[in-house]
DNA sequence: GTTGAAAAACCGTCCGGACGGTATAGTTAC
DNA sequence: GTAACTATACCGTCCGGACGGTTTTTCAAC
């Protein structure tokens, strides 16, 4: 379940996120945590002092992950106008394998934190912040970056809520249409 | 809090939904909601035989708030090519005063009731597959709809966790791209 | 139009279980 | 000798739900 030659740290972490993404938040406790990590509690509390602690490393580690992704998805595009929401566009709609990968852990680590404090997130809005100026200051007419924007979070939300499934077809004409939008006005 | 003269059932739900909103998910007990419906853990338990029963039916009525709210705007669109998705932005980004009220009591049922079952979700499931039908039944371009529903999705997702904030003139710009997207291919 | 009984609406208390957190005594590896 | 644990026991709290009892409403029979 999760790699018996990481440190104990971030196999704590690797087992917290795995519990919620397969048995849900309200699963995810100190012993449950412990018991994957293959850990005693008293160990777990040992490296994170409360679940609050333990939380707030998730969503630090998460944070992290997040900007590395920008980070790196932006290098990836080609220079000039729009090119932060090409790499939003990009991250937001890569391949299938791994691609939900970190969509699936922000999901879980997203509403782990949310529900025992939302201030939790307060690392990760600093994520989406700098994003938001990298897209404001992308050269593209006001509104369009911010719309690409929103469409990827929603596309988020939907995957983490569950709420419909696009078919394959139905993404490549939703990607088709953003980038459609992210060339109006050139 | 909430209207004392309502019947019973409806202030249980009306309670439920507040303290979500104002105390977050784990308020939210039955013995929190009776005592803000004004009435007796017992007698709560007398209308909704479990905690799941009660998030189950503050789903189905947020259900069909939702399926009138898109019914009621999508009638106040003119007809015509791209009515539904209009109706979607005319529905996301209506006027601060009531807008949110919607949007902040789904977001309060969502996050409740996704977090005792994910399943509990179904009948809002149904109402975003209706809106999928009629954005799909739209006559815009491929995608285009798709991408407009999601963008409004984003909208909800970030209110929801409270990710970031836009200003008016954003929101305007945002509004006026979309609609910009709306028109491709006329 | 009173009565009387059933049904609906509701009260208040109790219990079993789980969880976060503490404490402690001991162990292993460097 | 110190960091990194293990194992276990325990505490206080809270929550969902069960239960038995009580008041209020309904409504038919007389």
Known sequence: MVDAHADSRTRILDAAEAIVQAR???AL?????????GISKGGLLYHYASKEALLAA???RLAEVMEADFAAT??????GRGRAARALLA?????????CVLQDRAAA?????????????DPVRAVFARMRAAIAADGLPPGVGQAIMCATDGLFMVHVFGLYTLT??????LRAALERLLETGR
Chains 1, 2 share one sequence.
């Open 24 to 26: 849900g938040v309200p």
């Open 29 to 37: 406790t100190l012993e449950s945590a412990a018991r994957d990590a």
């Open 58 to 60: 998730m969503l630090g």
């Open 74 to 79: 932006l290098a990836a595009q080609p220079e």
């Open 91 to 99: 991250s937001a709609l890569k391949e299938p394998v791994a691609a």
């Open 109 to 121: 680590v997203f509403l782990a934190a949310f529900h025992h404090d939302p201030a939790l997130l």
């Open 168 to 173: 394959p077809a139905e993404l490549a004409d």
